[in-house]
Nanobody, 123 residues
Framework: VQLQASGGGLVQAGGSLRLSCVGYGRTFSSYYMGWFRQAPGKEREFVAGISWGGGSTYYEDPVQGRFTISRDNAKNTVYLQMNSLKPEDTAVYYC?????????????????WGKGTLVTVSS
């Protein structure tokens, strides 16, 4: 069972990227899914989350209004559309699966983590 993130790359400030996270080995449709990121020299931080049905989303303040999280349960995939990127968005982005939003906010009892994908935003 694994989560595989992809879609990272190098982009200029103001540009866009879309990250994907595909689940393998089991269905993730009943899980709360989310994205974290870790910038060089900083702690890993929660970015955005989405409920199992996609009807409820959550964003941390630094990305509110610029990032959009979505999911396609038929494809066992979660997306993170990132627009108006800034140099401070540069980080390794990780997807994760858990039970509730609280699991992500507390970073507690998360069930699965994917390997990260690097996003670099140049100024």
């Amino acid at each position: 069972v694994q989560l595989q993130a992809s879609g990272g790359g190098l982009v200029q400030a103001g540009g866009s990227l879309r990250l994907s996270c595909v689940g393998y080995g089991r269905t993730f449709s009943s899980y709360y899914m989310g994205w974290f990121r870790q910038a060089p020299g900083k702690e890993r931080e929660f970015v955005a989350g989405i409920s199992w049905g996609g009807g409820s989303t959550y964003y941390e303040d630094p990305v509110q209004g610029r990032f959009t999280i979505s999911r396609d349960n038929a494809k066992n995939t979660v997306y993170l559309q990132m627009n108006s990127l800034k140099p401070e968005d540069t980080a390794v982005y990780y997807c994760a699966a858990g039970q509730t939003l609280d699991s992500f906010l507390r970073r507690y009892n998360l069930d699965y983590w994917g390997k990260g994908t690097l996003v670099t935003v140049s100024s």
